[in-house]
C-alpha cells in the first residue's frame, strides 16, 4: 500500500488565489481527516469524513475554507481567497475505523503551502 | 471541550540516558492516547498508543504509562540514540463519540551523540 498520498508537496501562492489540496486515503480506510500544522497552534483538525460525509467541520477557520470528499478515494480541501496567515503545512490522515476500534490515524506528507 | 497540555517544549539529553515527556488531559472520558513522532519536514507517526483499561504498555525501548485518577500519561524512552531526535506529540481521544483527537503542543526532542 502507497499510504495517503497528497499533492502537491509544496504550494506557493499570492494572496487572493485559491488553492486546492489533494488527498488520497489508504484504500479501505473510512475516515478522512485534514488538520493544518503551525509553530504556533500545531496540529489542528479542521475538518474529518466518514464515509465520505463531513461529520464535523468545525475546525476549519471560516467560510474561506471548504473541504469535499466525492469518493471514498479522494478529498480535496479549498481555500478562496488565500490569505497569508493561511500559510502552514496541511496534512491528510486516513485511519479504518474510528471511536472505539482500530483508532490508528496515518498520516499523509503534507502539503506545505505558502501565501506571499 | 478535551485540552492536552504537553511539557517540556523541548528536551536535550546524551545518547544513551533516558528521556520521559508528560502530557495532562482534562476530559475524563477520554480513553486513547496516542504518541506520534515527527521527524523534520517528514509526518507523524504513531509509534505507541494505550487505552484507558491498560495503565503502562511496553514496546522494546519505548513505554508510555498512564495515570487515569490524575489525567496524565507520559512517553518514556530508554537508551536514546541520535535518530530518536525528532517532534513528539501526545494526544487524546474519547472514544465512542466520534469525537476529535486533540493534540499537544509537541516535544522537541535532541539526543547528543
Known amino acids: 500500500d502507497a499510504g495517503v498520498i497528497q499533492s502537491p508537496r509544496h504550494e506557493v501562492t499570492e494572496m487572493g488565489q485559491e488553492v486546492t489540496l489533494r488527498c488520497k486515503p489508504i484504500s479501505g480506510h473510512d475516515y478522512l481527516f485534514w488538520y493544518r500544522q503551525t509553530m504556533m497552534r500545531g496540529l489542528e483538525l479542521l475538518i474529518y469524513f466518514n464515509n465520505n460525509v463531513p461529520i464535523d467541520d468545525s475546525g476549519m477557520p471560516e467560510d474561506r475554507f471548504s473541504a469535499k470528499m466525492p469518493n471514498a478515494s479522494f478529498s480535496t480541501l479549498k481555500i478562496q481567497p488565500s490569505e497569508p496567515r493561511d500559510s502552514a503545512v496541511y496534512f491528510c490522515?486516513?485511519?479504518?475505523?474510528w471511536g472505539g476500534g482500530t483508532d490508528t490515524q496515518y498520516f499523509g506528507p503534507g502539503t506545505r503551502l505558502t501565501v506571499l | 471541550g478535551e485540552n492536552v497540555e504537553q511539557h517540556p517544549s523541548t528536551l536535550s539529553v546524551q545518547e544513551g540516558d533516558s528521556a520521559v515527556i508528560k502530557c495532562t488531559y482534562s476530559d475524563s472520558a477520554s480513553n486513547y492516547f496516542p504518541w506520534y513522532k515527527q521527524e523534520l519536514g517528514k509526518r507523524p507517526q504513531l509509534i505507541i498508543d494505550i487505552r484507558s483499561n491498560v495503565g503502562e504498555k511496553k514496546d522494546q525501548r519505548i513505554a508510555v504509562t498512564l495515570n487515569k485518577t490524575a489525567k496524565h500519561f507520559s512517553l518514556h524512552i530508554t537508551e536514546t540514540q541520535p535518530e530518536d531526535s525528532a517532534v513528539y506529540f501526545c494526544?487524546?481521544?474519547?472514544?465512542?463519540?466520534?469525537?476529535?483527537?486533540?493534540f499537544g503542543k509537541g516535544t522537541k526532542l535532541s539526543v547528543k551523540p
Open positions: 490522515a486516513s485511519s479504518f475505523y
Open positions: 494526544a487524546a481521544l474519547t472514544e465512542g463519540s466520534q469525537g476529535n483527537l486533540i
